[in-house]
């Protein structure tokens, strides 16, 4: 069956931002149109942003960009919903402005770690006020401009802080140097790129170190396609691969961003049928394709640290194809999982086991024994929607019996999974 995947929710929150920032009309299509997305647009508008709404089915945006110092203080709290990069994007972007702002999210979201941005942030100029807890949402930023020069080596390989400094460096008019332990995703920086900014980047040891000096004051407007999201693909390969797609299932129109698809690789080394094919570059700048898979017999796979960055999205869904291959499947230097929407190692493998299969949590990452036995029970995803997608393909193959205790939280990057699950399994049964 040939398939499509909704827009990449990363790209899509950062054209956004970048639509907004920019100086004169940028035209945005294939955007995401999901929870994620529609948190960020909404703190957009609320900071002046003459944003409509998201378009569906992946029509063109027309934004009429603001300027770099453009946007306006908002007169309430910016509600981020579940949107770690929406938040993080809009402190960079804040902490080079003269204004304040009350930043908010989800319960999810309020547990997640901010001091990684707000610590260097603080460093250019910028002041936060954590209204609750350190280092937590809610917090009330205080931008300045312009922002001092930044050098910092991030001790965690996260694209979402990195593109928080960015964009610092962009709206306060600073030049920002900073180092990363291992490259995490680049589409900040491609942007940036085709924003008219000059990004050196290279790797330096295991790490990646990026320098953007003297920033321009006028960012140029964008003409560009969000691809399908590689990570949401990635259920859907995996339902093939777990034999639940038939002949296989073909998608198209994908980002296929190094820098996001190592997790092809690992797919492989299980033993998973997966091809992928660059056709085009459907946003300048980001490379796109086709990604064909098909069923196979799964082995499990050791998953090191140094991987780890580059399949970060992935790893639930992996530790959910280990209960279904053959032997043991590790996974180390994966600590990084527990700030995600959920602790998705402890939510992982305390599913796995609520279902009967094998699974043990270690401080950085998780240890499953595959099996072919029928697996059965209740998955709480804690609101969480990479679990219920991973855990979502699991039930939906031969003779497992999985209930999925809040379904609707795909909705933040993926609306529509569960009706394209039932249209491939249906096409498979023909
Ligand atoms: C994202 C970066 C990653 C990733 C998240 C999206 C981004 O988070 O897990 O889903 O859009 O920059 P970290 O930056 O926290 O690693």
Known sequence: ????????????????????????????????????????????????????????????????????????????????????????????????????????????????????????????????????????????????????????ESPVPSAQVKSALLLAGLTGGASVVLSEPRQSRDHTERMMELAGVTVVRHAVGQGWRIVVEDPPRRLEPLDFAVPGDPSSAAFLLALAALGGAGDGIEIEGVGLNPTRTAYLELFRRMGAGVESSVTGSEGAGEPSGTLVGTA???????????????????????????????????IRGAQELRHKESDR?????????????????????????GSDRPLAGKVITRGDHRIAMAFGVLGAVGGNRIGIDDPDAVEVSFPGFWDLLRAVRKDAAR
């Not at 796995?352 to 950085?364: F, K, P, S, T, Y």
């Open 296 to 330: 196979s017999s799964l082995k499990g796979v050791t998953v090191t640290p140094d991987e780890v960055p580059g399949v970060i999205d992935e790893l639930p869904l992996i530790a959910v194809l280990a209960a279904r291959a053959e032997g043991e499947t590790t």
């Open 345 to 369: 190692i402890t939510t992982v493998v305390r599913n796995l086991r609520a279902l009967g299969a094998e699974a043990e949590e270690l401080a950085d990452g998780l240890v499953i024994q």
């Open 1 to 152: 069956m040939r398939i499509r995947v909704p827009g990449d929710k990363s790209i899509t929150q950062r054209a956004l931002v970048f639509a907004a920032l920019a100086e004169g009309e940028s035209r945005l299509s294939g955007l995401l149109r999901a929870g994620d997305a529609a948190s960020t647009a909404t703190a957009l508008r609320l900071l002046g942003a003459e944003l409509g709404p998201l378009p569906r089915d992946g029509g063109d945006l027309k934004v009429p960009g603001l300027g770099l110092d453009g946007l306006s203080m908002p007169s309430v709290p910016l509600d981020l919903g579940n949107s770690g990069t929406g938040s993080r994007l809009l402190l960079g972007v804040l902490a080079g402005l003269p204004l304040t702002a009350e930043i908010s999210g989800d319960e999810s979201l309020r547990g997640r770690p901010m001091g990684r941005v707000t610590e260097p942030l603080s460093r250019m100029g910028a002041r936060f006020e954590f209204l609750q807890e350190p280092n937590r949402l809610p917090l009330r930023v205080t931008g300045t401009h312009p922002l001092s020069p930044l050098e910092w």
